[in-house]
């Protein structure tokens, strides 16, 4: 098959792996790289990647699963919108079971609350639609890659005058919540692997100024393990050699500047805000808020509500993993109370939670 069993092969991915080793020797000391993509997570265990990798060379899983990151306050705010008359919640599956401070929408929907499970954004628009006297509130989640989407809908429903469309964003972009990382030097960050969808949208632009002010090393990397092998084999290579530049290991699906459209699209729905996301806290300029001009298709400006001051659940450390400073091994709750059929914390909701990618790929492994 075209552009997949090309990078799944066995012996370039060995020689690869040799490579690797070679330079961790001359590099000789430890080295964390990061990953921002919640799919290269689970592309790291499902393909066993760590096994080939030197002892000194560590993976960092960061905060790229959007459903992960996103804060209880949103959850609760979320559960409070279902609670509400005449209102249907429109999401994406894996929001319904991500445990807020005290409930879920799942729990909401097995109480009587109407939370509709929808694949995209213009299914929520057919649901509204179809049910003129509800309003219909969609969860936006998601970084740059689903951003665009969610504004044309709501430009949709802008021109098609569907005025019980609702977004309740809950959006955020990379490249704040990477500088947040980089500064936090507790975490030491030698290298980025740069998230792919991310990057069809932004471009491999957006990195720049990680390399320019910061000196870290950024590379952005395709999904298949042979990507992701030549991905860390050209960051240790910058590492090396004194070098912090952004390549493109990701070429057959990332441009420099990225889809000019959909960012066209996403800059007249939105604007940045601050926004918090869960283990890192507030960052500034990192979340999108929906523009004023199309403030009445903002769940938030429509409906305002405030909810109790939201809590974690005191065992959770999804916290730290999500900053890359403790595994899922480290959490007391792992496997034996939370597990992705009775998930405690958002990390093991989704399939692209550092949880959920421990819970079903390492065994036997670590
Ligand atoms: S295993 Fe469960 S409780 Fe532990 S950090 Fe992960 S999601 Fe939270």
New binding site residues.
């Given amino acids: 098959m075209k552009y997949v069993s090309e990078f799944r092969q066995e012996e370039p991915a060995r020689r690869l792996a040799g490579k690797i080793h070679q330079l961790m020797e001359d590099i000789d000391r430890k080295i964390s790289l990061m990953e921002v993509c919640g799919t290269h997570t689970m592309a790291v265990f499902r393909y066993g990647i760590t096994d080939l990798l030197p002892e000194k060379l560590h993976l960092l899983s960061g905060p790229g699963c959007p459903v992960c990151v996103t804060s209880n306050d949103y959850i609760d705010k979320a559960v409070a919108y279902a609670h509400q008359d005449k209102v249907i919640i429109a999401t994406f599956g894996d929001m319904v079971k991500v445990p807020g401070s005290r409930s879920s929408l799942a729990q909401e929907a097995s109480e009587g609350a109407q939370v509709k499970v929808v694949y995209s954004s213009l299914e929520a628009i057919k649901i509204a639609q179809r049910n003129p006297q509800k309003k219909i509130i969609f969860l936006g989640i998601g970084f740059e890659t689903t951003a665009p989407t969610v504004a044309a809908s709501i430009l949709m429903a802008s021109k098609g005058d569907i005025s019980n469309y609702l977004v309740f964003s809950g959006h955020k972009i990379m490249p704040p919540a990477m500088q947040a990382l980089v500064e936090n030097h507790q975490i030491g960050i030698d290298g980025f692997l740069c998230p792919g969808h991310v990057s069809t949208i932004t471009g491999s632009k957006i990195y720049e100024f990680l390399a320019r002010k910061y000196r870290i090393p950024c590379v952005v990397a395709g999904f298949e393990p042979l990507d992701i092998l030549e991905s860390i084999h050209l960051l240790l290579s910058q590492i090396k050699s004194g070098q912090a530049k952004v390549e493109n290991e990701y070429r057959r699906a990332v441009t420099y500047q990225g889809n000019l459209k959909a960012q066209k699209l996403m800059d007249m729905v939105f604007e940045k805000r601050s926004t918090s996301w869960r283990g890192i806290g507030e960052i500034p300029g990192s979340g999108l808020k929906i523009r004023k001009e199309y403030s009445s298709f903002d769940a938030e400006v429509r409906l305002p509500l405030k909810v109790a001051k939201s809590r974690e659940?005191p065992?959770?450390?999804?916290g730290?993993?999500l900053r890359g400073l403790k595994s899922?091994l480290d959490?007391?709750?792992?496997?034996r109370?939370?597990t992705p059929s009775h998930?405690?914390?958002?990390?093991?909701?989704s399939n692209e939670?550092?949880?959920a990618a421990?819970?079903k790929y390492s065994e036997g492994r670590v």
């Avoid at 959490?331 to 496997?335: R, W």
């Avoid at 998930?343 to 909701?349: E, S």
């Fill in positions: 659940h065992g959770c450390i999804c730290d993993i899922p959490c007391s709750l792992f496997k109370v939370c998930p405690v914390g958002a990390c093991m909701v939670g550092t949880c421990y819970y």
